[in-house]
């Protein structure tokens, strides 16, 4: 069955703008998270979101903010971007229990300039 | 939230077995100890999770303390495909849904 799949793989933006990351998820599964990846940081949890709603968010501000649609796809925005915001963003999706194996995309790199 | 800790580095021969530690002395009873990997230029992907038993799959063995206060990922046999990051993640009702990677364990094979 088709993998995560994340758009754009890769983009590059100036300081000021705003970027929107998609997720689809694979078939059949409810809840998408989204996770930050920067040399210095490691991988950091954004959100998560189930069926439509956010379930958990972890320690970002409020620039960092992202919806999930009915199909279950999800995307994720960072307005005012700062150079910092440079990372690698990865998605993963699972069916959404404790015990869930999560799927990670490939991710999307974003250069912020 | 229950904290991991993990060697920052670790080599191991090829073919060799390959014991991965893990310490997480606040896990909590409903805390499950997942294990993923991370290669290089890639996404995190899943090895194995238990609860209290050890538990193997084709990839891996997870030996869980009979405290809980520790588990150990076994790879039984490294290959240089087996070099990446390795996380140890407790996950839970009290630290939901998330996974909190933390620096995980950068195994190196050599040949």
């Known amino acids: 069955k088709a993998g995560v799949t994340q758009t754009p793989r890769y983009l590059i933006k100036t300081r000021g703008q705003q970027v929107t990351l998609s997720c689809s998820p694979i078939?059949?599964?409810?809840?998408v998270s989204w996770y930050q990846q920067t040399p210095g940081q490691g991988l950091q949890f954004l959100f998560e979101y189930f069926s439509e709603t956010q379930r958990n968010k972890g320690n970002f501000p409020g620039r960092f903010s992202g919806r999930q649609f009915s199909n279950s796809r999800s995307e994720m925005n960072v307005s005012t971007l700062e150079l910092g915001d440079s990372a690698l963003y990865l998605c993963?999706?699972?069916?959404?229990?404790?015990?869930?194996?999560?799927?990670f995309g490939e991710g999307s790199r974003l250069t912020v300039l | 939230d229950a904290k991991t800790t993990q060697p920052n580095s670790m080599e191991s021969n090829e073919e060799e077995p390959v014991h991965l530690p893990c310490n997480h002395s606040?896990?909590?009873?409903?805390?499950?100890i997942h294990w993923y990997r991370q290669l290089p230029s890639q996404g995190p992907e899943y090895v194995i999770h238990?609860?209290?038993s050890n538990v193997n799959n084709r990839m891996a063995s997870l030996a869980i303390a009979e405290d809980r206060k520790s588990s150990t990922l076994i790879l039984h046999r490294a290959t240089l495909r087996d070099a990446a990051v390795y996380y140890c993640i407790l996950r839970g009702s009290n630290s939901g849904y998330a996974l909190n990677f933390g620096k995980g364990t950068s195994l190196l094979v050599t040949p």
């Open positions: 238990g609860l209290t």
């Open positions: 993963a999706s699972s069916l959404g229990d404790i015990t869930g194996e999560l799927f």
């Open positions: 606040t896990i909590s009873g409903t805390d499950y």
């Open positions: 078939s059949g599964h409810r809840s």
